[in-house]
């Protein structure tokens, strides 16, 4: 399998810096930063969580790209992603409640850890660490 250990780097400290608590049952941090499109982490899961950015066409948000990365284990492993241009690619098969993977596609997820890795590298690169906060919601297990 292959991980994301810049991606997830990245996401965790700009998590941190803006009061997300990844751990938390449901989180969201929305990001602002011109000339570039908002970007928005997201728990989508107890072990799941979405990177994308948004852009509004017609009066509708359209993440462009919008990565999912498993989170159970103490590395994030990218699963999907949809993109505008390829629509959504899926490189695992998850049990009953997405606890844990049963099947996955190597060729697929050695080509998303890398897309991610790279994209990673630009969103530190885009300065997102000191991004303009637009909202950050945290919900423990209350």
């Not at 928005?40 to 899961?45: D, P």
């Amino acid at each position: 399998m292959n991980f994301t250990p810049i991606m997830q780097a990245t996401i965790t400290e700009i998590a941190e810096k803006h009061g997300l608590n990844l751990q938390f049952r449901e989180a969201a941090l929305k990001l602002e930063r011109e000339p570039y499109m908002p970007l928005v982490i997201e728990k989508i899961g107890p072990h799941r969580l979405s990177v994308a950015h948004y852009y509004v066409e017609n009066g509708d948000a359209i993440a462009d790209p919008d990565m999912e990365f498993f989170t159970g284990d103490q590395q994030w492993l990218p699963y999907a992603i949809t993109q505008v241009i390829g629509g959504y690619q899926n490189a695992v098969e998850f049990n009953g409640d997405c606890t844990q993977i049963l099947r996955y596609a190597p060729r697929l997820m050695r080509s998303l850890a890398e897309f991610g890795e790279m994209w990673a590298g630009n969103i530190k690169t885009q300065g997102w660490l000191d991004a303009k906060v637009v909202y950050v919601k945290n919900l423990s297990e209350e």
